[in-house]
């Protein structure tokens, strides 16, 4: 399911900051880690209920974001779950759609830190499992190496990050 595709052309003219998700090594760029990831699934409290170890997500839809490196077949290797193909399931280009569909019972998604706690804390989506697993990709803001740039643009970058480095790594997003 797509829902929009975003162009990866910087338009140096319009922007003087981007946030970008990756791992950080964009030509032409300075980037700044703004996340620290860790991928879980997630999913209702009664699919959850039937799962009792990571080798039952067999018998569950996964759900997947395109674009990332990291996913499923990462994640079920880490847990030694052998029995589930890593490749079934639904495919979305963001994660907020993913999460939905989850949330609405279509299937288990591979929560990325950052983008769940609200979920998490509200209920709406639970762990069935403990297992996080650590990934280099995060969000990153950048910015071109060459160019002028908004005088505030610098201001705007050491406030951003100095949020992100005081908020507790699990803080809810």
């Known amino acids: ?4 595709v975003w ?10 900051l981007d946030i970008r998700y990756g791992l ?11 996340t620290s990831e860790r991928l879980l699934p997630v999913c209702l409290p009664e699919v959850a209920a039937r799962l009792q170890r990571p080798d039952d997500l067999a018998g569950e839809r996964l759900l997947h974001v ?4 990291d996913g499923w077949a990462n994640w079920l290797a880490a847990a030694g779950a052998g029995r589930v193909d890593p490749g079934q399931g639904l495919w979305f280009d963001t994660t ?5 569909v ?3 019972g279509g299937g288990v998604a591979l929560g990325r830190s950052s983008m769940i706690g609200r979920a998490l804390a509200s209920g709406r989506l639970v762990r069935p499992f403990a297992l996080e697993l650590p990934v280099d990709e995060g969000f990153f803001l950048v910015a071109p190496e060459r160019g002028a740039r908004h005088p505030d643009a610098a201001l ?6 100095a949020e992100a480095a005081s908020e507790p790594p699990d803080a809810p997003s």
């Open 1 to 4: 399911i797509v829902s929009y």
């Open 7 to 16: 162009s990866d052309v910087y338009d140096s003219e319009t922007f003087d």
């Open 24 to 34: 950080g090594d964009w030509v032409g760029f300075q980037s700044d880690r703004v």
């Open 66 to 69: 395109l674009g990332y490196t």
């Open 96 to 100: 907020m759609m993913a999460l939905e």
């Open 102 to 104: 989850a949330a609405e």
């Open 156 to 161: 705007f970058r050491d406030w951003l990050l």
